[in-house]
């Protein structure tokens, strides 16, 4: 059974950092696209990051292009979401989302498996 264990959310003052984790089990890691997607009160989800399978970078959205960076460590089955210079927009249920051999998509239904998300708060 695949499960995707999200962590590193909080709350943190605009212009912080914060990485954002997600632990993957039950699956063969590398052979999986990771993303990451977020939600606001009233707003649908959107995209965040992805790393294909392969390990391609899909371009970032302008929301979080050059402040938001993700990465993965296969030997730990990881998936990381480092995220810099955060504004009060950013706040969010952020959710870890994997797929198998995915190409790395933006769109949320092109991903099979989904993690509980964990909070960001960004005080103004």
């Known amino acids: 059974q695949v499960q995707l264990v999200e962590s590193g959310g909080g709350l943190v003052q605009a212009g912080g950092s914060l990485r954002l984790s997600c632990a993957a089990s039950g699956l063969s890691f590398s052979n999986y696209a990771m993303a990451w997607f977020r939600q606001a009160p009233g707003k649908e989800r959107d995209f965040v990051a992805a790393?294909?399978?392969?390990?391609?970078?899909?371009p970032y959205p302008d929301s979080v292009k050059g402040r938001f960076s993700i990465s993965r460590d296969n030997a730990k089955n990881t998936v990381y979401l480092q995220m810099n210079s955060l504004k009060f927009e950013d706040t969010a249920v952020y959710y870890c989302?994997?797929?198998?051999?995915?190409?790395?998509?933006?769109?949320?239904?092109?991903?099979?498996?989904w993690g509980q998300g964990t909070q960001v708060t960004v005080s103004s």
């Open positions: 989302a994997t797929d198998p051999r995915g190409v790395g998509s933006t769109k949320a239904d092109s991903y099979m498996y």
């Open positions: 790393l294909s399978w392969r390990g391609s970078t899909t």
